[in-house]
Each structure stands twice: as structure tokens, then as C-alpha cells.
């Protein structure tokens, strides 16, 4: 949340403005300005409390209603608050007035003292507060712009990362290789690889233009990818699901598992005896992605700009961190669900 830089205003600004209010409700109210060096003290001393209380009306409603799209909301909020606060304190003071004597005996109870000394306080802190509204909504588009300039940098630098493995020689001689192997042995699972690993280049095509997907249409997608792996790995790769049903219409960014098997796949062994096993499962809004960890003894360079992109996006999803765990066992990555 942007602070409130109002230091100066209340240093110097408020007890200026309550000086000219005050004059203001005089001359309005035809009394004779007093010669009584309690009237300026008091009055400065009211205008002190009333912005003190104001600002806070201008700090929570910023707290609960943060956004741009919730501008109408935050300003209708602290409207409220600052007719309640302002009046509240504007008429206990005008009350002291008259208990210690700053206005003549008959005047007291008139309306006008109660209702001038209440408005000039209510239409100051309004004004006051639509020039730092203006200013937190001007801040608040800036980061929205900037950040939207971030997103489609990631969503960039996500396709290109997606037509890379798109292009891989390797991976598509991999899958050729299956393919070529199979045809000759078993037409059936040949015809099966074949659907699968279009399902994979048109799901990866169709994913760049989107920013974020159902779980549902990616565990498909990942489905027929992983299929390629399986039928790559044979028994030395597993996968495990254990995703609860009334996730599948929550939302992530696409192609994000993908990345993580492709990562789980890259740095650990993959062998019939020493098989490796990718668990997907859902706790408390998170779908998390788990494989037992079993390192290449050669390690495999790794700039891990994969899991940098995703926790980017998250970021400028405004959501929460993606969760990175691993110890000797195991390797843990939690990804938020967005709620649809």
C-alpha cells in the first residue's frame, strides 16, 4: 500500500487552512471576531484532530480497497468517514466554545456556529483528500502500467521459452524416435502417440495468447505430454494424481507444469530400477507438484529461469509466492490456484 505522504501538510498545511477557515466562518456567521488568543488555539487544534482522525479514514479505506477498480468504493468510504469524524469533533469543540465562553449567551445552540464550524472542516479534508487521492491514483496506474509492461515481457520471454521446446531438435527427434519405434512394433500405441503429441504442439500453440487457463484444460494438456515422457521412460518415470475434482475449473498460468516436469525430468535419474515419480496433488488452494529427488551425478547446468518465470507471473498477478521446498528426498514446488 502507497503511504501517505502528508508530513508537510500537517506540519504546516492544516493549522494554515484552519486559520482561513476560521475567518471564514466569523465573517459568515456576522460575530465579531473576538479578541481571545483561545479562538486561533482551538480552532488549530480541532483542524489538527480532524485530519489526524480523516487520515486514517484515507489509510484504512486504502487498506481495504486498494485497487483501481475499487476507486468508487474507497472514496465513498472516506467520504463517510470524514462527515462522521469531522462533525463529531467539529460540534464537541463548538459545544466547548460556549462552556468556556468563547461565544456570547445568546448565541448558544444557534445553527449556524454548529453547522459552518462542521462544513468549512468536512469541505477542507475533502479537498485535501482529493489531491492525495489523485495522487495514489496516478501512483496506482503507474504500477499497473509498469507491471503490465513486466507481464507481457514474461508472456514474451514464456513463448519464446514454449517455441524453443517447440523447435528442441531433441525433443522432437525423441518423439520421432518413439514414433518410428512404435509403428513397427505396435500400431495401435503408434496411432495413440501420434494424437497425443499433436495434442501437445496445438495446446502449445494455442497457449501463447492467454495469460491464464482452467487446471482442468492444462491437466489434459500435461496428460498428453507426460504420455510422450511414459512412452519414452517406459517404467522409469511415474506419475501420480491425486488432484481434488472441485480444483479443475480453478486457474493457473499455462504451460507452468509443464515447465516443472520438464525440470524434474532434466536434473534427476530416470531408470527402470530407480523410477521417478511426479506427484500432483491439491491442499488449501495450492496444487503441488512433487518428485523424489534422485540427482544426475553430473549435474546438469541450470539457470533456473523456469521457475523464475513463474514466480514472476504470480508476482505480477498480484498473488501469493509460488512455495520452492526440497531436501535429500524430495523436491516440492506449491503453485497458488486462482479462484475462477
Avoid at 485497487?67 to 472516506?78: A, G, I, P
Wanted: proline share 4%.
Amino acid at each position: 500500500m502507497q503511504k501517505l505522504n502528508d508530513k508537510w501538510m500537517r506540519i504546516i498545511g492544516v493549522p494554515l487552512l484552519s486559520l482561513t477557515g476560521q475567518w471564514m466562518m466569523y465573517g459568515y456567521t456576522n460575530i465579531p471576531y473576538p479578541n481571545d488568543w483561545r479562538i486561533p488555539f482551538f480552532f488549530i487544534l480541532g483542524s489538527v484532530l480532524v485530519w489526524e482522525a480523516n487520515r486514517w479514514g484515507i489509510i484504512l479505506s486504502r487498506r481495504r480497497y486498494p485497487e483501481l477498480n475499487q476507486t468508487l468504493k474507497r472514496v465513498l468510504y472516506q467520504l463517510a468517514w470524514f462527515v462522521c469524524w469531522a462533525s463529531a469533533i467539529r460540534i464537541t469543540q463548538t459545544l466547548f466554545y460556549e462552556f468556556i465562553g468563547l461565544w456570547p449567551a445568546e448565541d448558544y445552540f444557534r445553527f449556524k456556529p454548529y453547522f459552518f464550524n462542521t462544513l468549512v472542516s468536512v469541505v477542507g479534508t475533502v479537498q485535501i483528500a482529493a489531491y492525495y487521492e489523485g495522487v495514489y491514483l496516478y501512483e496506482r496506474w503507474r504500477v499497473s502500467y509498469t507491471e503490465a509492461l513486466e507481464l507481457k515481457k514474461v508472456n514474451l520471454q514464456s513463448q519464446l521459452d514454449s517455441l524453443k521446446t517447440q523447435i528442441n531438435p531433441h525433443f522432437l527427434f525423441n518423439n520421432l524416435n518413439s514414433l518410428s519405434s512404435l509403428i513397427t512394433t505396435d500400431a495401435e500405441q503408434a496411432e495413440r502417440f501420434l494424437d497425443e503429441l499433436s495434442s501437445v504442439y496445438r495446446y502449445l500453440l494455442q497457449q501463447n495468447s492467454r495469460d491464464l487457463c482452467p487446471l482442468d484444460e492444462e491437466m489434459q494438456f500435461i496428460n498428453a505430454y507426460f504420455h510422450l515422457i511414459k512412452t519414452r521412460y517406459g517404467d522409469g518415470i511415474f506419475l501420480v494424481n491425486e488432484i481434488e475434482s472441485h480444483y479443475l475449473a480453478y486457474r493457473i498460468p499455462p504451460l507452468t507444469l509443464q515447465i516443472l516436469f520438464e525440470n524434474a525430468i532434466k536434473h534427476n535419474i530416470i531408470l527402470t530400477d530407480r523410477p521417478l515419480t511426479i506427484k500432483l496433488y491439491t491442499q488449501e488452494g495450492h496444487l503441488y507438484v512433487e518428485n523424489n529427488l534422485q540427482q544426475k551425478k553430473i549435474a546438469v547446468p541450470s539457470n533456473q529461469i523456469g521457475l523464475q518465470n513463474i514466480m514472476m507471473k504470480y508476482k505480477l498477478l498480484d498473488q501469493s509466492s509460488i512455495i520452492v521446498y526440497h531436501d535429500e528426498q524430495r523436491f516440492l514446488v506449491g503453485i497458488p490456484l486462482l479462484n475462477p
